[in-house]
């Protein structure tokens, strides 16, 4: 099932020229509305995701880097031994395999990675878990980028394909 590179691939290359775009065109922490609740916000973050690790010292950019190569290496034995009925399993390792180059890439290059697509929602009460004040009246989601958005549509597809498959005879 080698064959589902192809998705992996272009989550790379759209992952680093969204990346390389924000980079050219927004300035960091200036929010760029383009739809409501959604903004194009340029940050940067030298952990993993919610930032965790953010703060290590800079340990961690070559512990998530391996970490995501082996990953990766693991990914890629997993889709050479799918069946050729194992579609989404596929579809989703792909889009997993893409997203996590993506970042490893930014990761290896560059010490952090380019985030740029921020969520919000209007609210001067509390904002839900996850989410975090960034002014008094609006709740933002952690800004992402595409390599983020493939992992995690890349997960549900394997969740779902794990259950959801029927049993072999």
Same mark, same amino acid.
């Given at each position: ?9 272009? &989550? $790379?290359?759209?992952? *680093? ?10 300035? *960091? ?10 903004? #194009?916000?340029?940050?940067?973050? +030298?952990?993993?995701?919610? =930032?965790?690790? =953010? ?8 512990? !998530? ?13 997993? !889709?050479?031994?799918?069946? @050729?009925? +194992?579609?989404?399993?596929? /579809?989703? #390792? ?6 996590? $180059? ?20 209007? =609210? =001067?009460?509390? /904002? ?7 002014? +008094? ?12 958005? @493939?992992?995690?549509?890349? &997960?549900?597809?394997?969740? #779902? ?9």
């Amino acid at each position: 099932m080698l064959k589902w590179l192809w998705l992996s691939l272009l &989550v $790379i290359l759209a992952d *680093q020229l969204g990346k390389q775009a924000a980079l050219q065109s927004l300035v *960091q922490y200036e929010p760029v509305a383009l739809l409501p609740y959604f903004n #194009l916000s340029l940050t940067f973050n +030298e952990g993993a995701a919610f =930032s965790f690790l =953010s703060q290590a010292g800079g340990w961690q950019r070559w512990f !998530l880097s391996l970490l995501a190569i082996a990953i990766s290496v693991f990914i890629l034995v997993w !889709l050479k031994t799918l069946d @050729a009925g +194992e579609k989404l399993l596929a /579809c989703g #390792l792909a889009l997993v395999l893409g997203g996590a $180059i993506g970042n490893v890439i930014d990761r290896i290059l560059f010490g952090k990675v380019t985030d740029f697509i921020d969520w919000y929602y209007h =609210s =001067s009460d509390s /904002c839900l878990p996850f989410f975090y004040r960034l002014n +008094e009246a609006s709740c933002h989601w952690p800004t992402f980028n595409l390599a983020d958005s @493939a992992i995690f549509l890349g &997960v549900v597809l394997v969740l #779902l394909q794990t259950l959801f498959q029927k049993p072999p005879a």
